[in-house]
Protein backbone atom coordinates (compact mmCIF):
# COMPACT_ATOMS: atom_id res chain seq x y z
CA UNK A 1 0.00 0.00 0.00
CA UNK A 2 1.58 3.40 -1.00
CA UNK A 3 2.22 5.18 2.10
CA UNK A 4 0.70 8.34 0.60
CA UNK A 5 -2.60 6.56 0.56
CA UNK A 6 -2.40 5.48 4.30
CA UNK A 7 -1.59 9.39 4.84
CA UNK A 8 -4.98 10.07 2.70
CA UNK A 9 -6.77 7.75 5.04
CA UNK A 10 -5.48 9.25 8.34
CA UNK A 11 -6.64 12.95 7.33
CA UNK A 12 -9.60 11.68 6.05
CA UNK A 13 -10.20 9.90 9.74
CA UNK A 14 -8.85 13.33 11.72
CA UNK A 15 -11.56 15.37 9.96
CA UNK A 16 -14.33 13.69 9.82
CA UNK A 17 -17.21 14.85 12.04
CA UNK A 18 -18.12 12.15 14.99
CA UNK A 19 -20.40 9.04 13.76
CA UNK A 20 -18.41 8.86 10.26
CA UNK A 21 -15.64 6.02 9.56
CA UNK A 22 -13.52 5.79 6.75
CA UNK A 23 -12.12 3.07 4.45
CA UNK A 24 -9.35 2.80 1.63
CA UNK A 25 -10.38 0.54 -1.29
CA UNK A 26 -7.45 0.96 -3.40
CA UNK A 27 -6.85 4.37 -4.34
CA UNK A 28 -10.90 5.14 -3.06
CA UNK A 29 -11.53 6.04 -0.16
CA UNK A 30 -15.54 4.97 1.56
CA UNK A 31 -16.80 7.37 3.92
CA UNK A 32 -20.07 6.23 5.96
CA UNK A 33 -22.42 7.60 8.59
CA UNK A 34 -23.07 6.03 11.98
CA UNK A 35 -25.83 3.18 12.15
CA UNK A 36 -29.15 3.24 13.13
CA UNK A 37 -31.12 1.30 16.04
CA UNK A 38 -32.06 -1.40 14.24
CA UNK A 39 -28.62 -1.94 12.39
CA UNK A 40 -27.09 -2.05 15.70
CA UNK A 41 -29.86 -4.75 17.29
CA UNK A 42 -29.48 -6.94 14.06
CA UNK A 43 -25.71 -6.59 15.30
CA UNK A 44 -26.19 -7.56 18.56
CA UNK A 45 -28.50 -10.38 17.28
CA UNK A 46 -25.74 -11.68 15.34
CA UNK A 47 -22.82 -10.81 17.68
CA UNK A 48 -24.36 -13.23 20.89
CA UNK A 49 -24.77 -16.15 18.58
CA UNK A 50 -21.17 -15.83 17.56
CA UNK A 51 -19.88 -14.77 20.87
CA UNK A 52 -21.70 -18.46 21.95
CA UNK A 53 -19.58 -20.72 19.46
CA UNK A 54 -16.29 -18.90 19.09
CA UNK A 55 -13.21 -20.51 20.31
CA UNK A 56 -11.87 -18.64 23.09
CA UNK A 57 -8.62 -17.41 21.40
CA UNK A 58 -10.96 -15.58 19.26
CA UNK A 59 -11.91 -12.01 20.36
CA UNK A 60 -15.03 -10.26 18.68
CA UNK A 61 -14.09 -7.01 17.79
CA UNK A 62 -16.23 -4.41 16.44
CA UNK A 63 -15.14 -1.85 13.91
CA UNK A 64 -11.69 -2.50 14.37
CA UNK A 65 -9.35 -1.69 10.59
CA UNK A 66 -8.01 -4.16 9.04
CA UNK A 67 -5.48 -3.52 7.13
CA UNK A 68 -3.94 -5.37 4.02
CA UNK A 69 -0.75 -3.40 2.59
CA UNK A 70 -0.07 -5.75 -0.05
CA UNK A 71 -3.77 -5.90 -1.32
CA UNK A 72 -3.53 -2.20 -0.52
CA UNK A 73 -7.14 -2.19 1.03
CA UNK A 74 -7.81 -0.94 5.14
CA UNK A 75 -11.58 -2.53 5.55
CA UNK A 76 -13.79 -1.80 8.72
CA UNK A 77 -15.89 -4.56 9.65
CA UNK A 78 -19.13 -4.13 11.78
CA UNK A 79 -17.55 -7.01 14.02
CA UNK A 80 -14.80 -9.46 13.08
CA UNK A 81 -13.37 -12.25 15.72
CA UNK A 82 -9.48 -12.00 15.61
CA UNK A 83 -7.32 -13.31 18.16
CA UNK A 84 -6.46 -12.17 21.59
CA UNK A 85 -2.75 -10.97 20.94
CA UNK A 86 -4.15 -9.36 18.10
CA UNK A 87 -5.75 -7.10 19.99
CA UNK A 88 -3.02 -6.18 22.25
CA UNK A 89 -2.33 -3.02 20.87
CA UNK A 90 -3.11 0.57 21.34
CA UNK A 91 -3.96 0.71 17.30
CA UNK A 92 -6.78 0.29 15.86
CA UNK A 93 -5.78 -1.87 13.07
CA UNK A 94 -4.73 -5.12 12.66
CA UNK A 95 -3.87 -7.73 9.45
CA UNK A 96 -6.27 -8.65 7.95
CA UNK A 97 -5.32 -12.05 7.66
CA UNK A 98 -5.99 -12.75 11.46
CA UNK A 99 -9.49 -12.30 10.80
CA UNK A 100 -11.37 -15.67 11.36
CA UNK A 101 -14.41 -13.86 9.41
CA UNK A 102 -15.57 -10.14 8.69
CA UNK A 103 -19.49 -9.47 9.23
CA UNK A 104 -21.35 -6.70 7.57
CA UNK A 105 -24.93 -5.25 7.94
CA UNK A 106 -25.72 -3.25 4.84
CA UNK A 107 -26.36 0.42 5.58
CA UNK A 108 -29.35 1.43 3.60
CA UNK A 109 -27.58 4.11 2.32
CA UNK A 110 -24.17 2.78 0.75
CA UNK A 111 -25.24 -0.84 0.20
CA UNK A 112 -22.34 -0.63 -2.54
CA UNK A 113 -20.15 -0.67 -0.04
CA UNK A 114 -21.04 -3.92 1.53
CA UNK A 115 -22.29 -5.82 -1.52
CA UNK A 116 -19.35 -5.27 -4.25
CA UNK A 117 -16.65 -3.45 -2.71
CA UNK A 118 -16.31 -5.29 0.12
CA UNK A 119 -17.06 -8.78 -1.46
CA UNK A 120 -14.46 -7.89 -4.03
CA UNK A 121 -12.15 -6.81 -1.29
CA UNK A 122 -12.08 -8.99 1.57
CA UNK A 123 -11.05 -12.05 -0.44
CA UNK A 124 -7.89 -9.92 -1.96
CA UNK A 125 -7.22 -9.49 2.34
CA UNK A 126 -7.21 -12.74 3.04
CA UNK A 127 -10.49 -13.22 4.95
CA UNK A 128 -12.00 -16.72 5.33
CA UNK A 129 -15.87 -16.30 5.63
CA UNK A 130 -18.10 -12.66 4.87
CA UNK A 131 -21.60 -12.66 6.75
CA UNK A 132 -23.58 -10.32 5.06
CA UNK A 133 -26.81 -9.14 6.62
CA UNK A 134 -29.19 -7.04 4.43
CA UNK A 135 -32.40 -5.48 6.64
CA UNK A 136 -33.60 -3.74 3.64
CA UNK A 137 -33.91 -7.30 1.35
CA UNK A 138 -34.37 -9.68 4.76
CA UNK A 139 -31.15 -11.79 4.06
CA UNK A 140 -28.28 -12.85 5.12
CA UNK A 141 -25.69 -14.29 2.99
CA UNK A 142 -22.36 -16.39 3.93
CA UNK A 143 -19.25 -16.16 1.11
CA UNK A 144 -16.86 -18.33 1.78
CA UNK A 145 -13.84 -20.79 0.79
CA UNK A 146 -11.87 -17.67 -1.07
CA UNK A 147 -8.69 -18.34 -3.23
CA UNK A 148 -6.46 -14.80 -2.87
CA UNK A 149 -8.84 -13.30 -5.57
CA UNK A 150 -12.51 -14.74 -5.28
CA UNK A 151 -15.26 -16.33 -2.73
CA UNK A 152 -16.17 -19.51 -4.35
CA UNK A 153 -18.76 -20.55 -2.26
CA UNK A 154 -22.31 -18.04 -1.76
CA UNK A 155 -25.08 -19.28 0.60
CA UNK A 156 -28.00 -17.00 0.88
CA UNK A 157 -31.25 -17.23 3.35
CA UNK A 158 -34.23 -15.14 4.22
CA UNK A 159 -34.72 -13.73 7.89
CA UNK A 160 -36.62 -16.36 9.81
CA UNK A 161 -34.53 -19.71 8.13
CA UNK A 162 -31.37 -20.70 9.64
CA UNK A 163 -27.82 -21.06 8.38
CA UNK A 164 -24.77 -23.10 8.64
CA UNK A 165 -21.67 -21.07 9.89
CA UNK A 166 -18.82 -22.75 9.61
CA UNK A 167 -15.36 -23.83 11.69
CA UNK A 168 -13.68 -22.59 13.63
CA UNK A 169 -17.19 -21.52 14.90
CA UNK A 170 -19.46 -24.57 13.84
CA UNK A 171 -22.99 -23.37 14.54
CA UNK A 172 -26.25 -22.65 12.81
CA UNK A 173 -27.41 -18.83 12.93
CA UNK A 174 -30.85 -18.10 13.56
CA UNK A 175 -32.23 -14.99 11.92
CA UNK A 176 -35.79 -15.09 13.31
CA UNK A 177 -35.07 -12.19 15.52
CA UNK A 178 -33.50 -9.84 12.62
CA UNK A 179 -35.59 -6.40 11.64
CA UNK A 180 -36.18 -5.25 8.48
CA UNK A 181 -35.98 -1.65 7.74
Not at 11 to 32: C, H, I, N, Q, Y
Not at 68 to 80: E, M, Q
Request: glycine share 6%.
Amino acid sequence: MQPEHFALLEEARRSLPEGFKVELSGDTLVMTVGASGIHQRNLLVVRRQFDAHAPLELLPSENTDLVSPDAGKSRNPDLTYLPGEALETSENQVSAELAAIAVELVSPSNPENDWVGKVRDYPLMGIPLYLLVDARQRTVTLFSRPDGTRYHRREDIEFGETLSIPEPFGFDLVTRDLLPY
